[in-house]
Protein backbone atom coordinates (compact mmCIF):
# COMPACT_ATOMS: atom_id res chain seq x y z
CA UNK A 1 0.00 0.00 0.00
CA UNK A 2 3.02 2.56 0.64
CA UNK A 3 4.79 1.47 -2.04
CA UNK A 4 1.71 2.26 -4.60
CA UNK A 5 1.34 5.58 -3.03
CA UNK A 6 5.01 6.02 -3.04
CA UNK A 7 4.59 5.90 -6.93
CA UNK A 8 1.19 8.15 -7.80
CA UNK A 9 2.76 11.02 -9.73
CA UNK A 10 2.31 13.83 -7.48
CA UNK A 11 4.07 12.24 -4.44
CA UNK A 12 6.63 10.65 -6.84
CA UNK A 13 7.91 14.41 -7.71
CA UNK A 14 8.46 15.38 -4.38
CA UNK A 15 9.82 12.20 -3.23
CA UNK A 16 12.62 12.12 -5.88
CA UNK A 17 13.38 15.94 -5.34
CA UNK A 18 13.60 15.07 -1.47
CA UNK A 19 15.02 12.00 -1.29
CA UNK A 20 11.93 9.93 -0.06
CA UNK A 21 13.03 6.37 -0.95
CA UNK A 22 10.36 3.98 1.03
CA UNK A 23 12.44 3.68 4.48
CA UNK A 24 12.56 7.82 4.91
CA UNK A 25 8.80 7.46 4.26
CA UNK A 26 7.70 5.12 6.51
CA UNK A 27 9.95 6.49 9.44
CA UNK A 28 8.19 10.02 8.74
CA UNK A 29 4.99 8.40 8.84
CA UNK A 30 6.16 7.26 12.06
CA UNK A 31 7.82 10.02 13.42
CA UNK A 32 4.27 12.22 12.56
CA UNK A 33 1.96 9.39 14.31
CA UNK A 34 4.66 10.31 17.46
CA UNK A 35 4.11 13.64 16.50
CA UNK A 36 0.53 13.81 16.89
CA UNK A 37 0.33 11.30 19.46
CA UNK A 38 1.96 13.63 21.95
CA UNK A 39 -1.05 16.23 21.62
CA UNK A 40 -3.45 12.86 21.73
CA UNK A 41 -1.26 12.12 24.93
CA UNK A 42 -2.32 15.77 26.39
CA UNK A 43 -5.87 15.16 26.38
CA UNK A 44 -5.90 11.44 28.10
CA UNK A 45 -3.76 13.03 30.38
CA UNK A 46 -5.54 16.25 30.96
CA UNK A 47 -8.55 14.28 31.38
CA UNK A 48 -7.70 11.26 33.65
CA UNK A 49 -4.66 12.32 35.50
CA UNK A 50 -4.41 15.22 38.13
CA UNK A 51 -1.54 17.71 37.55
CA UNK A 52 0.39 16.03 39.79
CA UNK A 53 -0.19 12.50 38.58
CA UNK A 54 1.18 14.07 35.05
CA UNK A 55 4.31 15.25 36.73
CA UNK A 56 4.40 11.24 38.08
CA UNK A 57 3.58 10.78 34.45
CA UNK A 58 6.59 11.71 33.31
CA UNK A 59 8.89 10.98 36.10
CA UNK A 60 8.43 7.18 35.40
CA UNK A 61 9.63 8.22 31.54
CA UNK A 62 12.51 10.11 32.72
CA UNK A 63 13.64 7.42 35.75
CA UNK A 64 12.79 4.46 32.94
CA UNK A 65 15.41 6.41 30.65
CA UNK A 66 17.81 4.70 32.82
CA UNK A 67 17.55 1.79 30.64
CA UNK A 68 20.33 3.70 28.56
CA UNK A 69 23.15 2.85 31.50
CA UNK A 70 22.10 -0.99 30.43
CA UNK A 71 21.66 -0.66 26.55
CA UNK A 72 24.73 2.24 26.38
CA UNK A 73 24.75 2.42 22.51
CA UNK A 74 24.93 -1.61 22.30
CA UNK A 75 22.32 -1.67 19.72
CA UNK A 76 23.39 1.23 17.61
CA UNK A 77 26.87 -0.61 17.90
CA UNK A 78 25.45 -3.64 16.80
CA UNK A 79 23.67 -2.81 13.72
CA UNK A 80 26.51 -0.70 12.60
CA UNK A 81 28.55 -3.74 13.08
CA UNK A 82 26.30 -6.12 11.37
CA UNK A 83 26.20 -3.38 8.70
CA UNK A 84 29.81 -3.97 7.97
CA UNK A 85 29.57 -7.47 7.52
CA UNK A 86 26.74 -7.34 5.35
CA UNK A 87 28.57 -5.00 2.95
CA UNK A 88 30.23 -8.66 1.76
CA UNK A 89 26.84 -10.53 1.73
CA UNK A 90 23.59 -10.33 0.42
CA UNK A 91 19.68 -11.14 1.07
CA UNK A 92 18.37 -13.59 -1.01
CA UNK A 93 14.97 -14.62 -2.17
CA UNK A 94 14.09 -17.22 0.30
CA UNK A 95 15.10 -14.67 3.21
CA UNK A 96 18.28 -16.20 3.82
CA UNK A 97 21.89 -14.25 4.02
CA UNK A 98 24.48 -15.42 1.46
CA UNK A 99 27.80 -14.90 0.38
CA UNK A 100 31.65 -15.64 1.22
CA UNK A 101 31.58 -17.71 4.19
CA UNK A 102 33.87 -15.93 6.19
CA UNK A 103 31.72 -12.94 6.22
CA UNK A 104 28.35 -15.37 6.84
CA UNK A 105 30.84 -17.24 9.80
CA UNK A 106 30.99 -13.57 11.40
CA UNK A 107 27.90 -12.85 11.66
CA UNK A 108 26.65 -15.73 12.53
CA UNK A 109 28.92 -15.29 15.79
CA UNK A 110 28.03 -11.64 15.99
CA UNK A 111 24.47 -12.18 16.71
CA UNK A 112 24.88 -15.11 18.81
CA UNK A 113 27.08 -13.00 20.92
CA UNK A 114 24.84 -10.21 21.42
CA UNK A 115 21.67 -12.42 22.69
CA UNK A 116 24.09 -14.16 25.01
CA UNK A 117 25.01 -10.04 26.39
CA UNK A 118 21.64 -9.61 26.92
CA UNK A 119 20.39 -12.44 28.71
CA UNK A 120 22.82 -11.15 31.32
CA UNK A 121 22.17 -7.62 30.89
CA UNK A 122 18.35 -7.48 30.65
CA UNK A 123 17.78 -9.10 34.08
CA UNK A 124 20.22 -6.82 35.58
CA UNK A 125 18.27 -3.91 33.99
CA UNK A 126 15.09 -4.80 35.03
CA UNK A 127 16.26 -5.06 38.83
CA UNK A 128 18.46 -2.15 38.98
CA UNK A 129 15.91 -0.01 37.02
CA UNK A 130 13.01 -1.59 40.16
CA UNK A 131 15.46 -0.50 42.69
CA UNK A 132 16.24 3.12 40.99
CA UNK A 133 12.74 3.96 40.97
CA UNK A 134 11.89 3.00 44.07
CA UNK A 135 14.71 4.93 45.54
CA UNK A 136 14.00 8.19 43.87
CA UNK A 137 10.58 8.66 43.49
CA UNK A 138 8.93 10.45 46.04
CA UNK A 139 6.42 7.80 47.80
CA UNK A 140 3.12 10.59 48.39
CA UNK A 141 0.82 7.82 45.97
CA UNK A 142 -0.61 4.99 47.82
CA UNK A 143 1.85 3.01 48.04
CA UNK A 144 1.38 -0.39 47.13
CA UNK A 145 -0.37 1.23 43.67
CA UNK A 146 3.19 3.29 42.69
CA UNK A 147 5.30 -0.27 43.67
CA UNK A 148 3.86 -2.39 41.73
CA UNK A 149 2.82 0.28 39.11
CA UNK A 150 6.75 0.96 38.80
CA UNK A 151 8.03 -2.75 38.64
CA UNK A 152 5.23 -3.27 36.19
CA UNK A 153 6.82 -0.95 33.63
CA UNK A 154 10.11 -1.62 34.77
CA UNK A 155 9.71 -5.25 33.34
CA UNK A 156 8.07 -4.30 30.22
CA UNK A 157 10.23 -1.23 29.37
CA UNK A 158 13.90 -3.38 30.20
CA UNK A 159 12.49 -6.70 28.56
CA UNK A 160 11.15 -4.58 25.42
CA UNK A 161 15.10 -4.47 24.62
CA UNK A 162 14.84 -8.04 23.22
CA UNK A 163 12.70 -6.10 20.37
CA UNK A 164 15.93 -4.00 19.91
CA UNK A 165 18.54 -6.36 19.33
CA UNK A 166 16.02 -8.34 16.88
CA UNK A 167 15.81 -4.92 15.03
CA UNK A 168 19.04 -3.87 15.21
CA UNK A 169 20.56 -7.31 13.57
CA UNK A 170 17.76 -6.61 10.41
CA UNK A 171 18.60 -2.80 10.17
CA UNK A 172 21.92 -4.23 9.80
CA UNK A 173 21.33 -5.86 6.55
CA UNK A 174 19.87 -2.36 5.39
CA UNK A 175 16.00 -3.56 5.98
CA UNK A 176 15.15 -0.57 7.25
CA UNK A 177 11.65 0.27 5.75
CA UNK A 178 9.85 -3.34 6.52
CA UNK A 179 11.70 -3.17 10.23
CA UNK A 180 10.23 0.80 10.49
CA UNK A 181 6.96 -0.64 9.70
CA UNK A 182 6.84 -3.26 12.13
CA UNK A 183 8.22 -0.96 15.06
CA UNK A 184 5.50 1.64 13.79
CA UNK A 185 2.66 -1.39 14.23
CA UNK A 186 4.33 -1.83 17.67
CA UNK A 187 3.87 2.18 18.78
CA UNK A 188 0.47 2.04 17.42
CA UNK A 189 -0.44 -0.83 19.59
CA UNK A 190 1.69 0.80 22.70
CA UNK A 191 -0.46 3.74 22.37
CA UNK A 192 -3.89 2.54 22.04
CA UNK A 193 -3.74 0.20 24.98
CA UNK A 194 -2.05 3.17 27.14
CA UNK A 195 -4.99 5.16 26.24
CA UNK A 196 -7.18 2.34 26.92
CA UNK A 197 -6.16 1.70 30.67
CA UNK A 198 -6.15 5.67 31.15
CA UNK A 199 -10.17 5.33 30.21
CA UNK A 200 -10.77 2.76 32.72
CA UNK A 201 -8.87 4.53 35.20
CA UNK A 202 -5.72 2.68 35.29
CA UNK A 203 -3.97 6.16 35.62
CA UNK A 204 0.08 5.26 35.76
CA UNK A 205 -0.67 1.32 35.67
CA UNK A 206 -1.43 2.56 31.15
CA UNK A 207 2.68 2.85 30.70
CA UNK A 208 3.20 -0.42 32.29
CA UNK A 209 0.25 -2.40 30.11
CA UNK A 210 1.26 -0.63 27.17
CA UNK A 211 4.80 -1.39 26.39
CA UNK A 212 4.01 -4.82 27.39
CA UNK A 213 1.14 -4.86 24.49
CA UNK A 214 4.00 -3.99 22.08
CA UNK A 215 6.66 -6.12 23.46
CA UNK A 216 4.37 -8.96 22.41
CA UNK A 217 3.10 -8.24 19.32
CA UNK A 218 6.54 -7.02 18.34
CA UNK A 219 8.42 -10.78 19.46
CA UNK A 220 5.89 -12.55 17.20
CA UNK A 221 5.60 -10.25 14.41
CA UNK A 222 9.48 -10.37 14.12
CA UNK A 223 9.92 -13.67 14.81
CA UNK A 224 7.08 -15.06 12.49
CA UNK A 225 8.01 -12.76 9.18
CA UNK A 226 12.10 -13.21 9.83
CA UNK A 227 11.63 -16.91 11.08
CA UNK A 228 14.75 -17.99 8.01
CA UNK A 229 16.66 -15.44 9.15
CA UNK A 230 16.28 -16.65 12.95
CA UNK A 231 17.12 -20.14 12.26
CA UNK A 232 20.19 -19.52 10.14
CA UNK A 233 21.63 -17.13 12.40
CA UNK A 234 20.86 -19.99 15.48
CA UNK A 235 21.22 -23.17 13.33
CA UNK A 236 24.20 -23.19 11.10
CA UNK A 237 27.34 -24.42 12.54
CA UNK A 238 29.70 -21.96 13.46
CA UNK A 239 33.55 -22.98 12.35
CA UNK A 240 36.46 -21.12 13.94
CA UNK A 241 36.69 -18.49 16.77
CA UNK A 242 35.27 -15.01 16.33
CA UNK A 243 36.23 -12.52 19.85
CA UNK A 244 34.02 -9.92 19.33
CA UNK A 245 34.44 -9.29 23.03
CA UNK A 246 37.97 -8.09 22.33
CA UNK A 247 36.72 -6.22 19.02
CA UNK A 248 33.78 -4.74 20.24
CA UNK A 249 34.57 -3.27 24.08
CA UNK A 250 37.03 -0.86 23.11
CA UNK A 251 34.22 1.04 21.01
CA UNK A 252 31.17 0.12 23.45
CA UNK A 253 33.32 1.17 26.19
CA UNK A 254 32.96 5.17 23.90
CA UNK A 255 29.46 4.49 23.56
CA UNK A 256 28.82 3.87 27.02
CA UNK A 257 30.00 7.38 28.00
CA UNK A 258 28.29 9.10 25.35
CA UNK A 259 24.93 7.25 25.80
CA UNK A 260 25.19 7.72 29.93
CA UNK A 261 26.38 11.52 29.46
CA UNK A 262 23.23 11.59 27.11
CA UNK A 263 21.05 10.56 30.11
CA UNK A 264 22.77 13.76 32.20
CA UNK A 265 22.55 15.82 29.82
CA UNK A 266 18.86 15.80 28.46
CA UNK A 267 17.21 14.21 31.64
CA UNK A 268 18.39 14.89 34.89
CA UNK A 269 16.86 18.40 34.45
CA UNK A 270 13.28 16.75 34.71
CA UNK A 271 14.04 14.95 37.71
CA UNK A 272 15.64 17.95 39.80
CA UNK A 273 12.25 19.61 38.77
CA UNK A 274 10.61 17.44 40.12
CA UNK A 275 12.67 17.09 43.67
CA UNK A 276 13.29 20.97 44.04
CA UNK A 277 10.12 22.46 42.34
CA UNK A 278 7.51 19.71 42.35
CA UNK A 279 4.94 17.79 39.67
CA UNK A 280 3.82 19.90 38.31
CA UNK A 281 6.17 22.11 37.05
CA UNK A 282 8.43 19.22 35.99
CA UNK A 283 5.16 17.78 34.19
CA UNK A 284 5.34 21.21 32.33
CA UNK A 285 9.04 20.78 31.41
CA UNK A 286 8.97 16.97 30.62
CA UNK A 287 6.07 17.46 28.01
CA UNK A 288 7.76 20.68 26.54
CA UNK A 289 11.20 18.39 26.43
CA UNK A 290 9.22 15.49 24.91
CA UNK A 291 8.01 17.62 21.89
CA UNK A 292 11.12 18.80 21.16
CA UNK A 293 12.88 15.07 20.75
CA UNK A 294 9.58 14.67 18.58
CA UNK A 295 10.56 16.97 16.30
CA UNK A 296 14.65 16.88 16.34
CA UNK A 297 14.13 12.81 15.65
CA UNK A 298 11.39 13.64 12.39
CA UNK A 299 14.23 16.35 11.44
CA UNK A 300 16.82 13.52 12.02
CA UNK A 301 15.03 11.03 9.83
CA UNK A 302 17.28 11.50 6.88
CA UNK A 303 20.55 10.91 8.50
CA UNK A 304 19.27 7.96 10.79
CA UNK A 305 17.48 5.72 8.34
CA UNK A 306 20.49 5.94 6.48
CA UNK A 307 22.53 4.92 9.12
CA UNK A 308 23.60 0.96 7.50
CA UNK A 309 24.16 3.31 4.04
CA UNK A 310 26.62 5.32 5.89
CA UNK A 311 27.97 2.23 7.40
CA UNK A 312 28.45 0.21 3.90
CA UNK A 313 29.94 3.01 2.73
CA UNK A 314 32.91 3.33 5.04
CA UNK A 315 33.14 -0.59 5.02
CA UNK A 316 33.73 -0.58 1.29
CA UNK A 317 36.02 2.32 0.99
CA UNK A 318 33.51 4.85 -1.15
CA UNK A 319 34.46 8.10 -0.12
CA UNK A 320 32.25 9.68 -3.05
CA UNK A 321 29.28 8.22 -2.42
CA UNK A 322 29.80 8.98 1.81
CA UNK A 323 30.21 12.74 1.12
CA UNK A 324 27.06 12.81 -1.24
CA UNK A 325 25.15 11.05 1.11
CA UNK A 326 26.17 13.51 3.89
CA UNK A 327 25.56 16.68 2.30
CA UNK A 328 21.96 15.25 0.96
CA UNK A 329 21.05 14.37 4.56
CA UNK A 330 22.40 17.31 5.45
CA UNK A 331 19.98 19.35 3.32
CA UNK A 332 16.98 17.32 3.50
CA UNK A 333 17.51 17.23 7.99
CA UNK A 334 17.71 21.00 7.91
CA UNK A 335 14.59 21.64 5.28
CA UNK A 336 12.43 19.04 7.81
CA UNK A 337 13.70 20.92 11.15
CA UNK A 338 12.44 24.45 9.40
CA UNK A 339 8.88 22.72 8.64
CA UNK A 340 8.34 21.03 11.83
CA UNK A 341 9.42 23.98 13.76
CA UNK A 342 7.58 26.37 12.06
CA UNK A 343 4.25 24.32 12.66
CA UNK A 344 4.83 23.48 16.62
CA UNK A 345 5.55 27.20 17.25
CA UNK A 346 2.13 28.05 15.37
CA UNK A 347 0.59 25.41 17.43
CA UNK A 348 1.55 27.39 20.46
CA UNK A 349 0.80 30.13 19.53
CA UNK A 350 -2.81 29.78 18.37
CA UNK A 351 -3.71 26.04 18.84
CA UNK A 352 -3.09 25.42 22.64
CA UNK A 353 -4.96 28.28 23.63
CA UNK A 354 -7.89 27.28 22.26
CA UNK A 355 -7.39 23.71 23.86
CA UNK A 356 -7.06 25.16 26.76
CA UNK A 357 -3.41 23.08 27.03
CA UNK A 358 -0.73 26.40 27.54
CA UNK A 359 -0.67 25.84 31.03
CA UNK A 360 0.54 22.17 30.64
CA UNK A 361 3.84 23.21 29.05
CA UNK A 362 6.51 26.06 29.74
CA UNK A 363 6.57 29.40 29.18
CA UNK A 364 6.42 30.76 25.30
CA UNK A 365 9.89 32.39 25.60
CA UNK A 366 11.44 29.03 27.37
CA UNK A 367 9.76 26.73 24.99
CA UNK A 368 11.44 28.95 21.85
CA UNK A 369 14.71 28.28 23.27
CA UNK A 370 14.26 24.47 23.77
CA UNK A 371 13.03 24.62 20.11
CA UNK A 372 16.79 26.33 19.02
CA UNK A 373 18.14 23.10 21.17
CA UNK A 374 16.01 20.80 18.91
CA UNK A 375 17.88 22.06 15.51
CA UNK A 376 21.38 21.59 17.58
CA UNK A 377 20.08 18.07 18.35
CA UNK A 378 19.20 18.04 14.66
CA UNK A 379 22.82 18.17 13.65
CA UNK A 380 24.03 16.66 16.46
CA UNK A 381 22.36 13.17 15.33
CA UNK A 382 24.19 14.31 11.72
CA UNK A 383 27.23 14.83 12.76
CA UNK A 384 27.19 11.38 15.32
CA UNK A 385 26.12 9.37 12.52
CA UNK A 386 28.68 10.20 10.40
CA UNK A 387 31.48 9.41 12.40
CA UNK A 388 29.87 6.67 13.94
CA UNK A 389 30.27 4.84 10.78
CA UNK A 390 34.17 4.95 10.88
CA UNK A 391 33.71 2.84 13.90
CA UNK A 392 34.82 5.59 16.36
CA UNK A 393 33.19 8.22 18.50
CA UNK A 394 35.20 11.04 19.64
CA UNK A 395 32.48 13.15 21.12
CA UNK A 396 32.47 10.26 24.01
CA UNK A 397 35.25 12.29 26.30
CA UNK A 398 33.61 15.89 25.51
CA UNK A 399 30.12 14.15 26.80
CA UNK A 400 31.46 13.12 29.76
CA UNK A 401 32.32 16.29 30.37
CA UNK A 402 29.69 17.65 29.57
CA UNK A 403 27.34 15.72 31.40
CA UNK A 404 29.51 16.32 35.09
CA UNK A 405 29.26 20.16 34.21
CA UNK A 406 25.43 19.81 33.63
CA UNK A 407 25.03 17.70 37.21
CA UNK A 408 27.09 20.57 39.19
CA UNK A 409 25.90 23.71 37.68
CA UNK A 410 22.10 21.72 37.75
CA UNK A 411 22.75 20.97 41.41
CA UNK A 412 24.59 23.99 42.48
CA UNK A 413 22.15 27.00 40.67
CA UNK A 414 18.89 24.68 42.86
CA UNK A 415 21.34 25.21 45.27
CA UNK A 416 22.24 28.33 45.80
CA UNK A 417 19.45 30.06 43.88
CA UNK A 418 16.34 27.98 44.09
CA UNK A 419 14.72 29.33 41.07
CA UNK A 420 14.05 27.05 38.22
CA UNK A 421 14.30 29.35 35.65
CA UNK A 422 18.22 30.17 36.97
CA UNK A 423 18.30 26.51 36.18
CA UNK A 424 17.06 26.07 32.67
CA UNK A 425 19.27 29.20 31.59
CA UNK A 426 22.14 27.02 33.97
CA UNK A 427 21.05 23.60 31.88
CA UNK A 428 21.08 26.02 28.16
CA UNK A 429 24.44 27.38 28.94
CA UNK A 430 26.44 24.00 29.21
CA UNK A 431 24.19 22.54 25.99
CA UNK A 432 25.13 25.71 24.23
CA UNK A 433 28.72 25.07 25.02
CA UNK A 434 28.48 21.32 24.54
CA UNK A 435 27.00 22.11 20.84
CA UNK A 436 30.07 24.34 19.63
CA UNK A 437 32.66 21.98 20.81
CA UNK A 438 31.05 19.06 19.07
CA UNK A 439 30.99 20.90 16.11
CA UNK A 440 34.40 21.71 16.14
CA UNK A 441 35.42 18.19 17.13
CA UNK A 442 33.23 17.10 13.78
CA UNK A 443 34.73 19.44 11.32
CA UNK A 444 38.40 18.10 12.67
CA UNK A 445 37.57 14.79 12.12
CA UNK A 446 36.01 14.68 8.85
CA UNK A 447 39.11 16.66 7.71
CA UNK A 448 41.42 14.32 9.12
CA UNK A 449 39.34 10.96 7.44
CA UNK A 450 39.41 12.77 4.08
CA UNK A 451 43.14 13.33 4.90
CA UNK A 452 43.58 9.49 5.48
CA UNK A 453 41.45 8.27 2.04
CA UNK A 454 43.47 10.39 0.56
CA UNK A 455 46.96 8.66 1.71
CA UNK A 456 45.66 5.19 0.98
CA UNK A 457 44.55 6.01 -2.83
CA UNK A 458 47.80 7.67 -3.41
Known amino acids: MIQRLLEWRPIKFIRISMGLDEAVVVTLISRIWMILRGPLNVFFIVHFMTLSEQGYWYSYLGTGNMLVFAELGFLTLLTQYVSHEFAHLKMSATGEVTGEPYYLQRLYSLVRFSVKLYAVVIPIAFVALSVAGIITMPKTLEHSNYLFSWVAYAFSFSTILWVGIASSVLMGFNLVAPVQKMLFAGKIIETLFTWAILMLGGKLWALATGVFANLVFSVILLGYLYQNVWRQMFKTKIE ?214 FKTVA
Open 240 to 453: GSHTWWKEIVPLQTRYAVSWGSGYFLSQWIVLLTMRFYGAELAGQLGLSMSLMVSLFTMAGIWCTTRGPLFNMCVARGDRQALNGLYRQSLRQCLLMFALGATVLLACYRWLFPVLHWQHRVLSLGLFAILVAFAFASTLETLWTTYLRAHKGDPYAPLLAIAAGLMVLVLMETSHFWHSFTVMFYGFCLVRLALFVAQGVVFYRSRLTFEAEA
